[in-house]
């Protein structure tokens, strides 16, 4: 008995040993990705509130694009997982092939489309003429940033789940440190009382921070990556893995589509409520986002533990490494909220708001600490411990159900007919998580999430 437990510590240590070394570069990326987009609010909220909130809305496409990504990404992270526990090079190699024609296909349409109607597009989310003005002109200006954006995303989630986290992170690290350093000087330098300029040399600045990670990509893959890019091949092995990356993939993507278009959806009933409204929520999503980068990180992290595991047919490793998850993903769901707590004087001091949208502001950061805590076992659970096992139609459906056939049609009649307080309907826009957590917990049980998706190309 003392010989087990000395084995269930050490298994323990081992585990969290493994996992920590994922989840911190993991959620150093997290916070990377989720600054880039911050950073053009939070500094363009320093110089004009209109400013801010166009860019804000505008980044709705944006985020739209990145879904494509996170459900290739996701997918192709699930195969490599796998296929990274029976060290089968070759194959993930075909794999990075395959998401980068996927993700090539998709950046070019997202790309003509922002490019030639920006306008059409941010009328979408606004009728405010001004808001559709700067809006328009930085979605323009950002088209570009597509082009590579969604290769460099490919390579970096392929590297990622064959635990090679933190190149990841260090090259999504110098983007952010270059974009932020070019929005300085555009902003503050160059155009400090030009908000129309500001907004175009701030989208210039993401495009050449999205370029230089391209590079640093396409140099690593070329001189010291496993994997390299290269074309997809045309023979029985890539068909046979093209219908598997298809069958994980295409749930994921949809999963990703309907939550983040219900999303945009929720931010479209918001702008046409009021600018104040716009205001407050553009920097309530920043916050939250940047508050549950470590829930993120559990999730990734520890799907790249749990797909090895299964691939290597460890079952019972498998299952052991979810139980903890769920564990984790509590501890950091709590700590993501009260990380917004403590922070709301510093927000206060760095954007300055009207005080109608400054109030709104503070009761939308009170319900964010809360909705932190459900997101991050939500997030973890499907997101994570689902997808690693192949388990990707549950998130779609679930998603489905609870955004669009509940919290949609609820947001829009609160909004519209009943006409309630901004605050209410935030309340309401942000009870998804809640929704969704027992429904989560009794899938988690039924353990369907334990399969080995590999195949034996030898």
Partial sequence: MRNRIQLRGLENRDFNRELMTLVIPIA???LISATVISVDVIM????????????????????????????MSTGAGILTAQYWGKKDISTIQRILSIACMFSFCVSILFFLSSFIMPEALMRLF???????????????MNSFSYLVMGISQMYLSVIRSMENAKLSAWISSLCLILNILFNAVCIFVIFPSK????????ALATVAARVIEFAC?????ATKGSVRFRLPLRDDVQRKLLKDFLKYALPVQGNYIVWGGALTATAAIIGHVNSDMVAANSIAS??????????????????VLIGKYLGQGELEKAKYAGNKMGFYALLFGIIAGCTILVIKPLVYSIVHLNPTAQSYLDGMLYISAYYCIAKSINSTIIAGIFTAGGDSKFGFWCDTVV??????????????VWQVPPILLYIIISLDEIIKLPITFIR???????????RNFA
């Avoid at 606004?126 to 323009?140: N, P, V």
């Avoid at 920043?286 to 799907?303: E, P, R, Y």
């Fill in 28 to 30: 150093l990326q997290n």
């Fill in 44 to 71: 363009l909220g320093m110089i004009s509130q209109s400013a801010m909130s166009a860019v804000s809305l505008a980044g709705q496409i944006t985020f739209a694009l990145t879904l494509f990504y996170m459900g």
């Fill in 126 to 140: 606004t009728s405010d003429i001004e808001l559709i003005e700067y809006g328009s002109r930085f979605l323009q």
């Fill in 195 to 202: 908000p129309e300029l500001a907004i175009s040399a701030v």
């Fill in 217 to 221: 990509c396409i140099i690593h893959s």
């Fill in 286 to 303: 920043v916050v939250k986002n940047l508050a549950v980068v470590l829930c993120g990180g559990i999730a990734t992290g520890g799907s």
């Fill in 403 to 416: 955004m669009w056939v509940i919290i949609l049609p609820l947001s829009y009649l609160c909004a519209f």
């Fill in 444 to 454: 988690y049980r039924q353990f369907k999430w334990l399969n080995n998706i590999t």
